[in-house]
C-alpha cells in the first residue's frame, strides 16, 4: 500500500500541493480535492511553538508527519530540512523514521543553516545517497526524494551564475538517486522556462501571492508547485485578527464566514 502512494506521488503531474502543518489541516486540503499533501516545516515548527529554520527535532517532525499520514489517504510528503544533521547518516536516519511514520515523499535542503551557505555539490550527492539508501533499507525504495537548492532563494554566488549553478546541482543530485529538484525563490517565468528546458529533474517551484498562476508555471515545464508557509501564515494572521478584534473592541465580525461547527466537526 506504501508503494503504491510513492508510485502515486510521482505520477501526479502536474502535482499542485497547498501544504499543511497538523492533521487538521491535512483533512481539510484532501477535503478540497488535494491529490497529495506535503508538509511545511514553518508550519510545523509553529504548531509546535518554534520558529522555522531547522529549529525542530527529528522527533517533532517525525511525530507531526505520523499524525498527518494517518489522518488523510493521499500520500504524503515531508518537509525534512536539511535533514537533522549534517552527515550523510544523519540523513538515513532521517528518511527511515520519516518512512516508517508514513510519507512517501521527502524534501531534503542543501542548506546547512538558514541563508546559507549551502553544502558542496560532493556533500550533498553523498548526504542523497545515504537518504536513498535509507529509503531501501525502509522498504520503500520508490520513496520521491524532491531536492531544495536553495541558490535563488539565498541569492548564493553572482546573480548571473546562479542558473548554472542550479543546473549542475540538478545533474548531480539526479546521478544521485534525486526525483525532483525544489527551486524556491525562483518564479521569473523566462529563468523557470530555461531551467525546466534543461534540468535532468522535474521543477517544483514555490507560489504564492504576487507569483505566476499555476497554469503559468506549467506552460513553462513545472512540473510541481508548492506554496510553503502562505497557507499557515494565513490561518495564524485570521487568528490574530479574530483575537485583536474580540480583545479590543468586543465584536466577532472575523469570526463570520467560516466553516459551520457541525460541517467541520464531521470531517473528521
Not at 484532501?30 to 529554520?53: E, F, I, N, R, Y
Not at 527529528?58 to 525534512?80: C, F, G, L, N
Not at 520519516?98 to 512517501?104: E, R, S, W
Amino acid at each position: 500500500m506504501t508503494s503504491d502512494k510513492a508510485r502515486k506521488l510521482k505520477a501526479l503531474d502536474p502535482l499542485v500541493l497547498p501544504n499543511v502543518w497538523d492533521a487538521g489541516s491535512a483533512v481539510l486540503v484532501v477535503a478540497a480535492g488535494a491529490q497529495a499533501v506535503a508538509t511545511t516545516s514553518g508550519g510545523v515548527a509553529w504548531s509546535l511553538g518554534k520558529p522555522d529554520g531547522q529549529v525542530l527535532t527529528r522527533d517533532e517532525m517525525i511525530d507531526q508527519v505520523r499524525r498527518i499520514a494517518a489522518a488523510v489517504d493521499v500520500p504524503v510528503s515531508a518537509d525534512i530540512e536539511g535533514g537533522y544533521g549534517a552527515a550523510p547518516a544523519d540523513v538515513r536516519r532521517t528518511i527511515e523514521d520519516v518512512v516508517a511514520a508514513g510519507a512517501v515523499g521527502v524534501n531534503l535542503e542543501d542548506s546547512t543553516a538558514p541563508g546559507g551557505p549551502l553544502f558542496s555539490v560532493d556533500e550533498q550527492v553523498e548526504r542523497i545517497a545515504a537518504a536513498r539508501a535509507g529509503a531501501t533499507a525502509a522498504g520503500l525504495p520508490e520513496l520521491l526524494i524532491n531536492l531544495r537548492t536553495d541558490v535563488f532563494l539565498f541569492g548564493i554566488g553572482p546573480e548571473d551564475g546562479r542558473l548554472s549553478d542550479v543546473l549542475d546541482r540538478a545533474k548531480q543530485y539526479a546521478e544521485a538517486g534525486a526525483d525532483g529538484l525544489f527551486v524556491p525563490g525562483l518564479t521569473d517565468l523566462r529563468t523557470v522556462a530555461e531551467l525546466t528546458e534543461h534540468s535532468p529533474l522535474p521543477v517544483n517551484v514555490m507560489a504564492g501571492p504576487g507569483a505566476p498562476t499555476v497554469a503559468e508555471f506549467v506552460a513553462h515545464g513545472v512540473r510541481r508547485v508548492s506554496v510553503g508557509t502562505a497557507i499557515t501564515q494565513a490561518a495564524y494572521s485570521k487568528t490574530l485578527d479574530a483575537a485583536r478584534e474580540l480583545l479590543d473592541h468586543g465584536t466577532y465580525t472575523e469570526l463570520e464566514n467560516t466553516l459551520d461547527f457541525g460541517e467541520l466537526n464531521a470531517k473528521f
